[in-house]
């Protein structure tokens, strides 16, 4: 069965700084999907980033970027120029390519210091 | 015009009873889900229905039975609310049934409170 980890539970970021949340997941299928949702305190899931695994190109969308090693089974999100808006809980999600079930990590709560 | 929509938005009821939540989307898309976001905050997919059919159903108690009237609208039914039930109910859609990088639209959610 495929998983989702997020280790780190919590991280801080300085406002303008630039933060890497991290994901691993764990899969046999070649063919995937990988996405980064942020939830702010409204509890709204709002996508942030996507990446389809056969992609070697790092996605990026403004000042959100990715690290996807496919060989480490890694999935790293960077935000760069942090403002408080960032300020959610970030979830990395997996889906497989035959099906439309996301599944989620346990996920980051990352905090905007002005 | 908003685009995955779900009432209500707060719901508290007592043990033992029965209550439903309603989902509709505007974006035309084939394929809708219900997620359940506990007090960890942990999202876990419970139901998938892709135009009225069901084709995803993870493990969940048969209390919990979704009924998909027409592609656009998904709710969900729970029978005898158990305390454990407490948690956020998110209703989401896409536009594919299978592969590519479909985004997922999401509802605002549901706080279910069972007391």
């Known amino acids: 069965a495929q998983t989702v980890t997020q280790s780190q539970p919590e991280m801080s970021v300085q406002e303008a700084e630039t933060v890497t949340l991290s994901c691993t997941y764990d899969t046999s299928e070649s063919d995937y999907y990988l996405f980064w949702y942020k939830q702010p305190p409204s509890r709204q899931m709002i996508l942030v980033i996507r990446q389809e695994a056969y992609k070697q190109q790092n996605a990026t969308e403004n000042r959100f970027s990715v690290n996807f090693q496919k060989a480490a089974k890694s999935f790293s999100l960077k935000i760069s120029d942090s403002q408080l808006g960032d300020a959610a809980m970030y979830f990395c999600a997996y889906k497989g390519g035959a099906t439309n079930k996301l599944i989620f990590g346990t996920g980051t709560l990352l905090a905007v210091q002005p | 015009d908003t685009a995955v929509s779900q009432t209500p938005k707060y719901l508290v009821t007592q043990m033992g009873n029965d209550k439903s939540i309603k989902c509709e989307q505007n974006?035309?898309?084939?394929?809708m889900y219900w997620y359940k976001q506990d007090s960890k905050k942990f999202l876990k997919i419970m139901f998938s229905y892709n135009n009225k059919e069901l084709i995803i159903n993870e493990t969940v108690p048969n209390r919990f039975s979704p009924k998909s009237p027409d592609k656009a609208h998904l709710n969900l039914h729970i029978n005898s609310l158990e305390l454990g039930d407490s948690a956020v109910y998110f209703c989401?859609?896409?536009?594919?049934?299978?592969?590519?990088?479909?985004?997922?639209?999401f509802g605002p959610g549901t706080r279910l409170t069972v007391t």
């Open positions: 974006l035309g898309h084939d394929t």
């Open positions: 989401a859609s896409s536009p594919g049934l299978a592969g590519g990088t479909y985004e997922q639209y």
